[in-house]
């Protein structure tokens, strides 16, 4: 709704631990975003400048929001998820400054730099404030990088573009242990058969995998005790990977 997009939320707690896989993004998120706000020193003693923003991109479903949700959950700064307003995008730099250091967040960046509107001429704006923007860090997703506005991945503004890849098979061997972890499943069922199975399904599509064979198990009978291989066959055969190799060459 309108209203809801007028304001800043506040970050929903996720844990790294929630995140399966991905392992190599985290860490260079954290090395990107925690390292300058926290040992701001080493930098200036390497004589680097810290990223003062981070691109994520890739295709839908692979975890960038949840990525962005754990740092800012994990990171004990102050961080603000930001809506889609010019007065929002004011308002939480205006708060991110004052708590320096901080992060900010924009989800779905295309949504907002597609435009050329007064919202992104607002948030160029607030980036370029060098002086008093130090110190907070802009981190920002999207599954559309083709369409962002060069303007904002000039050097100086989201300059440290990361990409988040489908994931790999070890990757969605820790996605499907983390959704299966509260789930009855029958001895039939192995994961590393089910990680063969989800290959090139977005994480997204493994946690879909995950709840439709829960739910064929229960439509087959409401008594069902345990989920078992069949199940998770069915749920495959409904669940399709939506991300071609046409697709993910053009992220690539
Ligand atoms: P979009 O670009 O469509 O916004 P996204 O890359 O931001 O997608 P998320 O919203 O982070 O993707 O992930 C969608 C859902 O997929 C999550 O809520 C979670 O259930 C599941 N998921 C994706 N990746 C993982 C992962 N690495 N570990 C556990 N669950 C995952």
């Known amino acids: 709704p309108s209203a809801m997009r007028e304001v800043q939320l506040e970050v929903p707690k996720v844990l790294w631990s929630d995140i399966g896989g991905q392992e190599e993004i985290k860490l260079k998120l954290c090395q990107a975003v925690e390292w300058p706000l926290k040992h701001p020193e080493a930098f200036i003693r390497m004589g680097i400048n810290p990223p003062r923003g981070i691109l994520m991109y890739g295709p839908p479903g ?3 929001t949840m990525i962005a949700k754990a740092l800012a959950t994990e990171s004990e700064l102050f961080s ?4 889609e307003s010019e007065r929002a995008v004011r308002e939480v730099f205006r708060k991110a400054r004052a708590a320096a250091p901080s992060i900010v967040f924009f989800d779905e960046i295309d949504a907002l730099a597609v435009e050329r509107g007064r919202v ?3 948030l160029l704006t607030e980036i370029d404030g060098v002086e008093q923007l130090k110190d ?3 981190v920002a997703a999207t599954n559309r990088p083709d369409i962002i506005d060069k303007a904002l991945i000039r050097p100086g503004r989201l300059d440290r573009i990361l990409y988040v890849p489908l994931p790999d098979s ?3 061997h820790q996605i499907l242990t983390i959704h299966l972890k509260n ?4 001895d039939d069922v192995s994961v590393d058969q089910l990680v063969e199975q989800t290959e090139k399904y977005s994480g997204a599509e493994v946690s879909a995998v995950c709840h439709e064979a829960a739910m064929f198990a229960l439509q087959e009978d409401i008594n069902n005790q345990t989920i078992e291989q069949r199940h998770f066959d069915y749920a495959l055969s409904v669940v399709t990977p939506r991300i071609s ?3 993910i060459q ?3």
């Open 170 to 172: 070890c990757t969605r």
């Open 183 to 186: 789930m009855p499943v029958s």
């Open 250 to 252: 053009f992220y690539e």
């Open 80 to 83: 603000k998820w930001v809506g």
């Open 120 to 122: 992104l001429a607002q």
């Open 62 to 64: 692979c975890s960038k």
């Open 245 to 247: 190799t046409e697709m």
């Open 136 to 138: 907070v860090t802009i």
